[in-house]
């Protein structure tokens, strides 16, 4: 990870603005959801995409090495693999 410079303090109910430039570079629209995930070092920030990390697909979602993958594309690896 690298640091950005910017720091925010919480507000008194524990909320912290995300800079502009933040926003617009990951793509962030107003009441998107963030994902969040803890690391040994602190906490990390995602946007949460609820699909397959590989194709965005919602059909029979199963974690494997820390990734979401969805029937079809587990499918397309077996095939591959063949």
Known sequence: MRSTGIVRQLDEVG???LPKELRETYA????DSIEILTTEDGIL???YNP????CGGFQGIRMY???K???????E???DTK
Do not use: F, Q, S
Request: hydrophobic fraction near 35%; charged fraction near 40%; aromatic fraction near 0%.
């Open 15 to 17: 909320r912290v603005v």
């Open 69 to 75: 993958i969805c029937i079809e594309c587990r499918k």
């Open 77 to 79: 690896i077996a095939e």
């Open 45 to 47: 920030l995602k946007k």
């Open 65 to 67: 090495h820390g990734k």
């Open 51 to 54: 699909g397959c990390d590989l």
């Open 28 to 31: 962030l629209r107003n009441r």
